[in-house]
């Protein structure tokens, strides 16, 4: 018999953007905001005792009201946290191979600095609205 293991596929990255995000509406007029993320992670080398960063750059897409958000608060250079799943996706690239990437299909994307005072202003609010909207049924008292 063999053993079932947890489905688990969760997925947190904070990372600063690569470029500006790409907003499109799918058929079904749902909007969709794709972006990259640079993730750093240094390290220290034992063989030769220096500090070396190694960067991964991942594709990240995100659906509904949220990529309606995103697409006027991101921009490049941006700091981000994203939590979402790991999706593969499969195309044909412009030579006409086929192609598979995998990429975040993220829930949320909270940003970590405003890129200006606008967007500062917003963003808090935005946080102060978030915290205010805890229920009373969830509080454990």
């Known amino acids: 018999m063999a053993v079932r293991i947890p489905e688990l596929n969760e997925v947190l ?3 600063r953007l690569t470029r500006d995000p790409d907003t499109r509406m799918t058929q079904r007029g749902q909007t969709v905001c794709s972006f990259g993320i640079a993730v750093n992670r240094r390290y220290l080398d034992n063989a030769s005792g220096e ?15 949220a990529a309606d958000r995103a697409k006027e608060k991101l921009r490049k250079g941006v700091p981000v946290m994203v939590e979402g799943r790991l999706t593969m996706s499969e195309f044909v690239d412009k030579n006409g191979l086929n192609r598979r990437e995998l990429r975040v299909t993220a829930r949320r ?3 970590f600095q ?8 917003e963003s808090a609010a935005s946080e102060a609205q978030e915290a205010a909207e805890v229920a009373e049924d969830d509080v454990p008292f």
């Open 109 to 111: 994307v909270q940003i």
């Open 51 to 65: 500090w070396k960063d190694e960067v991964a750059f991942i594709s990240v897409t995100l659906f509904g009201p």
């Open 13 to 15: 990255l904070t990372g």
């Open 114 to 121: 405003a890129s200006d005072d606008s967007m500062q202003s």
